[in-house]
């Protein structure tokens, strides 16, 4: 990994080249997605069935046979290892527990003049889940974007996940049987996305899109935002660790494995005040390395976007954290509460020696579907909130309607609308309608 130190002059240049990401996709991929779009739009199934078999080498009749009934769910829940099962149900419970907090209700309030304001929270009424598939199964990925939904009170969830010359993983089967996946097609990639969004003779049309996928699905989600909602556009996985020297070097260095083995493209960095420990944990990583399944595009990925970072002080590494604004921090020291006050921008912060980020990636509690690409700066992780909507309640008393009229009337034609400030003066200038 490369080394950089807080104290030369040309670290700002450097820490700009090294953690710059161009998250536009190529206009290749964009332009095949957009063709892919507008023909699942207008050709519904006929058009799904082609790029299926094209795509995914899976051919079928019709998009029902496409569809994985409830019953093959459960059968799947009970073909799998105990253990594994145990494991789901388990990571299951505690993404329920924790999201049970998140849930918002509707309020009411009567202000002086009898108005009655508020606020109704309603869930969306049917939610898209994208799981990956194809090479690696993620039945992580199922629960930590369905069940949030499900607490949120969505009546319907449709999750999609390509299946590759028809092959599905069990575990993914048993964790939308868990986590109440309500309808469940084998199909992927762009034209998922725009299935979802338009709706097809045989699958339904969705509020909103959640879940992460390749170039190709981000590109669709991207394009169909505005006709549906999305969770967000995801990019290459990332972790920043700030340690004060305490941590065993090989912690540190599987620890940063973990987000390095997911992609060539994923960032990791390491910040600390003492230069030896860069040298133990650089020692780690070369002894660690060749002994994992996922080798080469771990160290494809430390060469390419990581990095050690000399830091004056621990304060100082958060300073620059908060500017990268990581998708997983992990704060190694000692006493990680007294620098939490300091961080401003991060996705998740896993506190304390004994919290590897991988806990968060699959059973602590809070979704692991986090901003990344510095998005953290000005967005959140996946949560009810982004399966529940708000809308505002207004009720005017007759004396209200005379105060707040005579307030808008004075505003609207400040802004020469004359039939709002008629609309709100006729309430109190005028005599009431007589129905009688």
Not at 188 to 200: D, V, Y
Not at 272 to 297: F, K, T
Not at 350 to 377: I, K, N, Q, W
Request: hydrophobic letters at 45%; a negative charge; proline letters at 5%.
């Amino acid at each position: 990994m490369r080394r950089l130190d807080t104290t030369c002059a040309d670290f700002d240049s450097e820490l700009n080249r090294l953690t710059a990401f161009d998250s536009e996709l190529d206009a290749l991929i964009s332009q095949t997605v957009a063709q892919i779009i507008a023909d699942i739009a207008s050709r519904g199934d006929k058009a799904l069935l082609e790029y299926t078999a094209r795509l995914d080498r899976l051919k079928v009749g019709s998009v029902e046979q496409l569809e994985i009934p409830r019953e093959r769910q459960i059968a799947a829940l009970n073909n799998i290892d105990s253990v594994q099962r145990e494991a789901l149900e388990y990571a299951a419970h505690r993404v329920q527990s924790f999201h049970q907090h998140q849930l918002q209700q509707s309020w009411q309030y009567y202000d002086d003049s009898g108005n009655l304001l508020g606020q109704k929270v309603t869930p969306l009424e049917r939610v898209g889940v994208y799981v990956p598939g194809g090479k690696a199964s993620y039945p992580s990925s199922v629960l930590m974007n369905t069940v949030p939904a499900k607490v949120a009170g969505v009546p319907e969830v449709v999750m999609v996940v390509p299946a590759p010359a028809g092959e599905v993983s069990d575990l993914v089967l048993a964790a939308a049987c868990i986590a109440g996946v309500d309808r469940l097609f084998t199909i992927g990639g762009a034209q998922a996305i725009a299935a979802l969004t338009f709706g097809t003779q045989t699958v339904p049309a969705v509020d909103k899109i959640v879940g992460p996928g390749n170039s190709y699905v981000a590109s669709a989600k991207r394009q169909v935002f505005g006709r549906v909602g999305i969770d967000m556009v995801a990019g290459p996985s990332e972790i920043l660790i700030i340690c004060d020297a305490g941590t065993d070097p090989d912690w540190v260095a599987m620890d940063l494995f973990s987000q390095a083995e997911h992609d060539e493209l994923a960032q990791c960095l390491l910040l600390c005040p003492d230069g030896a420990y860069l040298e133990a944990v650089q020692a780690s990583i070369d002894r660690l390395l060749p002994d994992m399944e996922r080798s080469e595009i771990i160290r494809i990925s430390l060469a390419r976007r990581g990095a050690m970072i000399l830091t004056r002080d621990l304060h100082e590494a958060v300073t620059v954290s908060n500017r990268i604004a990581p998708e997983h921090l992990e704060l190694s020291v000692q006493d990680p509460e007294s620098l939490l006050p300091l961080v401003q921008h991060a996705g998740a912060i896993f506190m304390g020696r004994f919290t590897s980020e991988a806990l968060g990636d699959y059973c602590a509690g809070p979704s692991h579907v986090l901003p990344t690409s510095r998005s953290a700066r000005f967005s959140s992780p996946l949560g009810v909130y982004d399966f529940q909507k708000r809308s505002s309640i207004i009720m005017g008393s007759e004396h209200g309607a005379q105060q707040l009229g005579a307030v808008a009337a004075v505003l609207a034609r400040g802004e020469s609308l004359t039939a709002h400030a008629r609309s709100a003066e006729m309430r109190f200038l005028e005599k009431p309608f007589a129905t009688d």
